[in-house]
């Protein structure tokens, strides 16, 4: 018997491959955008708040469809939903952003993608979750490649490569401490609605915090072309590649989305070159490879 899959199942893994592919990749162009609205006057608070302003009444839209389609969530799973909102969208996007305004977008992109070994390594630590030596090794190879990196752009210049370090990596620890906390919800309440939920909560924490800390007439006072970016940034690089890497997710399984989404610091770094003129040396894409290859590691064995 041939081991081939069928010329149908065939043509469905191929497209939810590319369809997770397409979403790493926007999901990764995140960064390129934002450094494109830093070249006008606007700080990391506003920047976040036009990107959940805009983002808002489509993940509204979708949590308004699964409230009315599904059974009403428990007190205590609300309750979770908030925070998990406010650690895993919230704070972790509001800590990226701060730090692209002092880092290169293929170092952000880096860093961010160290997550799963956060993850892995919070298993440890809290867990007592058993790592294998294979495992070590891949976390030794994947941040040996984003300190390759890292001391590449200190080399280049920048008094503040370490502070956008520091917060980009405090981003990359939100999150993955965002993804350790909503295993078990995710099962229970559905990937689409926790998200739809919790992007819901960032939004409004988002305008909350701009509202507090600067005077509204503001959000009307931008260039057209920081409107137009945000709405890119809002609609194509946050709530379109959310619900791509779901489908593809319900199409090909976690395990190879999440392989596929090793396309994203690769896309940023040419991205990056393309559009903000970013170099791209021998170093950058050594400490690239170590990265990928590393998270290729972890991602096998956790398969």
Not at 48 to 59: E, V
Not at 79 to 107: K, N, T
Not at 145 to 153: E, K, M, R, S
Request: some cysteine.
């Amino acid at each position: 018997m041939s081991s081939k899959l069928p010329a149908v199942d065939r043509q469905l893994f191929l497209g939810g491959l590319a369809i997770a592919v397409v979403g790493a990749i926007l999901f990764s162009a995140k960064a390129i955008v934002a450094k494109l609205i830093y070249r006008y006057p606007v700080d990391a608070v506003l920047l976040i708040t036009f990107r959940m302003l805009f983002a808002l009444p489509l993940f509204a839209a979708v949590a308004v469809w699964k409230a009315r389609s599904e059974a009403p969530l428990s007190r205590r799973d609300r309750m979770r939903i908030v925070v998990l909102g406010l650690i895993g969208y919230y704070l972790s996007s509001f800590l990226d952003f701060l730090g692209l305004q002092y880092i290169s977008a293929g170092l952000e992109r880096l860093i961010l993608f160290l997550t799963p070994s956060f993850v892995l390594l919070m298993s440890f630590f809290f867990y007592r979750r058993r790592v294998s030596w294979m495992e070590w090794a891949a976390l030794l190879i994947s941040y040996l490649g984003t300190v390759l990196v890292f001391l590449h752009d200190v080399r280049l210049g920048g008094a503040n490569i370490g502070l956008g370090s520091v917060l980009v990596l405090g981003a990359a620890i939100s999150y993955a401490l965002y993804l350790m906390l909503s295993g078990e919800l995710v099962s229970r309440v559905g990937a689409m609605r926790l998200v739809a939920y919790a992007m819901c909560v960032s939004c409004v924490a988002c305008i909350v915090q701009f509202l507090l800390l600067r005077p509204w007439p503001v959000l009307l006072q931008q260039l057209p072309q920081v409107y137009g970016l945000s709405l890119i940034n809002a609609v194509f690089c946050t709530v379109l590649p959310v619900f791509l890497t779901m489908i593809a997710v319900a199409r090909i399984g976690p395990a190879t989305a999440a392989q596929a989404g090793m396309v994203g610091p690769v896309s940023t770094l040419f991205l990056g070159a393309l559009v903000l003129a970013e170099p791209i040396t021998a170093i950058q894409l050594t400490g690239t490879c170590l990265v990928l290859v590393g998270i290729y590691l972890i991602s096998k064995k956790k398969a």
